[in-house]
């Protein structure tokens, strides 16, 4: 039931104006003993030429209680709606009850096609925690966008070109080792990638070898090409072992490989409109007038380069996909190469550039030694979430579970966790992680969440003889009509989180419905004796197992029945 609407459409009727205009007017008054939702008149009072206080007053006047609202009242220049409380509960709970995993969906979207980058590791090495907050933001906001009726597709720009595959090339020839490169792919290739770097310090002929491995690399020479592969091939085949614990999946895999032979043309339609300037041998956009370092487009020894690829990949993505919005989830420290890049579209005359956005997160320390201190100084993701689902199966030494359960439930438990600890925070804040913070059972934590949710499966399995029809009137208590309250701005929830690119709007709802549920739970007895109440507040832990598993879903965490 969409309150907003049936307000806006009230007075609507009653003045004569336009409903989308009203909806964006209307607000929800922070003391609800002055209503559910409000009018502020004087934002009317230049279209009518009145006082704020005289508009509301006649407006008033001329509209009548429904079931739905109850009454109207002109209080000092604002319109005050109250909610008819009952049918409010009974028209929220049955459309929870009958949707089910399909509430808080919307069509808004109208199928147009949104593209999410994210995820987009580099072949050959680790994938790191920044690629872990990419992939996480970017499965959950396609899961909002989804809900919300856009036409999503998932995009892993894969680096997988550039001149380090030059140097990777030499290093394989130099010291690589088939049979560890088989058996630890990612962990070897650093290990040879990082040998180059310090070989090439002492002998500077290397970056000239590896410069002409990534010429013949370009020019699609088999050698080259074939260990390239390799590499690739070897890195999917881990990356995707992560993909597939994390439950997430992409549409193309189209890395900057792809644009390779696309390159050209950039380079043409920039020089047409003659944005391309000669700088030390090197071609750029420049973007002083902008603020902005310059776009390199063509370095000094010819190769093309990153934002080359991603000014081609932008323009592949327009013609393939006709996207409404092009979101790239990356860390900030790339925000200034978003900039740039978008900035050369727009020169170009791409008019929708506009429509490309950098979705940018901060960085996650981890102050935790043992995790920082391998090769290369990386954390091993795999490391991360094999520690969260240890110390949760720590935590399940008195669980009533089967053997054979606790194993998968962990794993669940565990994931989620760490997908949570990322989300919960705003993503342009910095984040210390913390095991405490993250697995804390009576906190802002995923395992709380699901803690909870399990927790309301429990009793739901164990209540018996429920009436059909639940009589929902009976749901007074303070707590439980806050409940209600908030179960009813699920979709106007999402619509904020996707306005904001930000799934944290998601992961507070779920934990502000949590704890409701829960000091509902420890206050209001739902097994009585009175079975008209005993269904009543049953239907409303159902309703609330729904809509927290819906969010869970919506930030890419899958839940567990018991634990
Ligand atoms: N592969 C890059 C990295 O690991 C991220 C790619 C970001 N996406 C893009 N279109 N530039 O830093």
Same mark, same amino acid.
């Given at each position: 039931?969409?309150?907003?609407? +049936?307000?806006?459409?009230?007075?609507?009727?009653? =003045?004569?104006?336009?409903?989308?205009?009203?909806?964006?007017?209307?607000?929800?008054?922070?003391?609800?003993?002055?209503?559910?939702?409000?009018?502020?008149?004087?934002?009317?009072?230049?279209?009518?030429?009145?006082?704020?206080?005289?508009?509301?007053?006649?407006?008033?006047?001329?509209? &009548?209680?429904?079931?739905?609202?109850?009454? +109207?009242?002109?209080?000092?220049?604002? &319109? !005050?709606?109250?909610?008819?409380?009952?049918?409010?509960? *009974?028209?929220?709970?049955?459309?929870?009850?009958?949707?089910?995993?399909?509430?808080?969906?919307?069509?808004?979207?109208?199928?147009?096609?949104?593209?999410?980058?994210?995820?987009?590791? /580099?072949?050959?090495?680790?994938?790191?925690?920044?690629?872990?907050?990419?992939?996480?933001?970017?499965?959950?906001?396609?899961?909002?966008?989804?809900?919300?009726?856009?036409? $999503?597709?998932?995009?892993?720009?894969?680096?997988?070109?550039?001149?380090?595959?030059?140097?990777?090339?030499?290093?394989?020839?130099?010291?690589?080792?088939?049979?560890?490169?088989?058996?630890?792919?990612?962990?070897?290739?650093?290990?040879?990638?990082?040998?180059?770097?310090?070989?090439?310090?002492?002998?500077?002929?290397?970056?000239?070898?590896?410069?002409?491995?990534?010429?013949?690399?370009?020019?699609?020479?088999?050698?080259?090409?074939?260990?390239?592969?390799?590499?690739?091939?070897?890195?999917?085949?881990?990356?995707?072992?992560?993909?597939?614990?994390?439950?997430?999946?992409?549409?193309?895999?189209?890395?900057?490989?792809?644009? =390779?032979?696309?390159?050209?043309?950039?380079?043409?339609?920039?020089?047409?409109?003659?944005?391309?300037?000669? =700088?030390?041998? *090197?071609?750029?956009?420049? &973007?002083?007038?902008? /603020?902005?370092?310059?776009?390199?487009?063509?370095?000094?020894?010819?190769?093309?380069?990153?934002?080359?690829?991603?000014?081609?990949?932008?323009?592949?993505?327009?013609?393939?996909?006709?996207?409404?919005?092009?979101?790239?989830?990356?860390?900030?420290?790339?925000?200034?190469?978003?900039?740039?890049?978008?900035? $050369?579209?727009?020169?170009?005359?791409?008019?929708?550039?506009?429509?490309?956005?950098?979705?940018?997160?901060?960085?996650?320390?981890?102050?935790?030694?043992?995790?920082?201190?391998?090769?290369?100084?990386? %954390?091993?993701?795999?490391?991360?979430?094999?520690?969260? $689902?240890?110390?949760?199966?720590?935590?399940?030494?008195?669980?009533?579970?089967?053997?054979?359960?606790?194993?998968?439930?962990?794993?669940? %438990?565990? %994931?989620?966790?760490? %997908?949570?600890?990322?989300?919960?925070?705003?993503?342009?804040?910095?984040?210390?992680?913390?095991?405490?913070?993250?697995?804390?059972?009576?906190?802002?934590?995923?395992?709380?969440?699901?803690?909870?949710? *399990?927790?309301?499966?429990?009793?739901?399995?164990?209540?018996?003889?429920?009436?059909?029809?639940?009589?929902?009137?009976?749901?007074?208590?303070?707590?439980?009509?806050?409940?209600?309250?908030?179960?009813?701005?699920?979709?106007?929830?999402?619509?904020?989180?996707?306005?904001?690119?930000?799934?944290?709007?998601?992961?507070?709802?779920?934990?502000? &419905? =949590?704890?409701?549920?829960?000091?509902?739970? !420890?206050?209001?007895?739902?097994?009585?004796?009175?079975?008209?109440?005993?269904?009543?507040? *049953?239907?409303?832990?159902?309703?609330?197992?729904?809509?927290?598993?819906?969010?869970?879903?919506?930030?890419?965490?899958?839940?567990?029945?018991?634990?």
């Amino acid at each position: 039931m969409d309150y907003r609407k +049936i307000v806006s459409e009230m007075i609507s009727k009653a =003045s004569d104006l336009e409903i989308d205009k009203i909806e964006n007017m209307i607000e929800v008054p922070a003391n609800s003993e002055l209503g559910d939702y409000a009018l502020p008149c004087f934002k009317l009072a230049s279209i009518y030429r009145k006082a704020p206080v005289l508009i509301a007053q006649e407006l008033a006047g001329k509209i &009548l209680p429904d079931s739905h609202i109850s009454n +109207i009242q002109a209080v000092n220049g604002y &319109l !005050n709606f109250f909610v008819n409380k009952e049918s409010f509960s *009974a028209s929220v709970l049955n459309e929870i009850l009958e949707k089910k995993d399909r509430y808080g969906d919307d069509t808004v979207g109208g199928e147009q096609t949104v593209i999410i980058e994210s995820s987009s590791p /580099n072949i050959a090495k680790p994938f790191h925690i920044g690629h872990l907050c990419s992939t996480i933001i970017g499965q959950s906001l396609y899961r909002l966008y989804e809900s919300a009726g856009y036409k $999503v597709v998932r995009i892993n720009h894969l680096g997988d070109w550039g001149t380090q595959f030059g140097k990777l090339i030499s290093a394989y020839k130099r010291w690589g080792d088939d049979q560890a490169i088989q058996e630890e792919p990612i962990k070897e290739l650093l290990r040879i990638y990082v040998k180059f770097h310090e070989e090439a310090e002492k002998n500077p002929e290397l970056e000239e070898e590896a410069r002409r491995y990534f010429k013949n690399l370009e020019d699609g020479s088999p050698e080259e090409t074939r260990l390239w592969q390799w590499f690739k091939d070897l890195s999917l085949k881990e990356f995707n072992k992560l993909y597939n614990r994390l439950g997430v999946s992409f549409d193309s895999y189209n890395g900057e490989s792809f644009y =390779s032979d696309k390159m050209d043309e950039v380079v043409s339609l920039l020089e047409e409109k003659s944005l391309l300037k000669e =700088s030390d041998q *090197a071609k750029i956009v420049d &973007l002083e007038p902008y /603020n902005m370092p310059p776009c390199i487009i063509v370095k000094s020894d010819g190769a093309s380069i990153y934002a080359t690829r991603d000014i081609a990949a932008a323009i592949y993505r327009k013609r393939t996909y006709d996207f409404y919005k092009n979101i790239y989830v990356v860390g900030i420290p790339q925000a200034l190469h978003f900039q740039q890049f978008f900035k $050369v579209l727009e020169l170009m005359g791409c008019e929708w550039s506009k429509d490309c956005v950098h979705v940018g997160f901060a960085h996650v320390r981890f102050p935790d030694k043992k995790l920082s201190t391998r090769s290369g100084n990386v %954390i091993y993701l795999e490391d991360v979430l094999d520690e969260s $689902v240890n110390r949760i199966k720590e935590y399940m030494t008195n669980t009533k579970l089967d053997e054979d359960m606790i194993e998968p439930t962990a794993e669940k %438990i565990g %994931i989620g966790a760490v %997908i949570f600890a990322f989300l919960k925070r705003s993503r342009e804040k910095e984040m210390v992680f913390s095991w405490e913070e993250t697995l804390n059972l009576e906190g802002e934590s995923g395992p709380y969440i699901h803690y909870t949710y *399990a927790r309301g499966l429990n009793i739901l399995r164990k209540v018996e003889g429920l009436e059909d029809r639940p009589d929902f009137s009976l749901l007074k208590e303070k707590v439980e009509i806050a409940i209600i309250q908030k179960l009813s701005v699920l979709q106007e929830t999402i619509a904020e989180a996707i306005s904001r690119n930000e799934p944290m709007v998601i992961a507070r709802y779920v934990i502000e &419905l =949590s704890k409701l549920f829960n000091s509902f739970y !420890n206050s209001c007895k739902v097994i009585t004796e009175e079975i008209k109440l005993k269904t009543a507040r *049953a239907k409303l832990i159902e309703a609330c197992c729904i809509v927290i598993k819906k969010c869970l879903y919506l930030l890419g965490i899958e839940t567990v029945d018991a634990m």
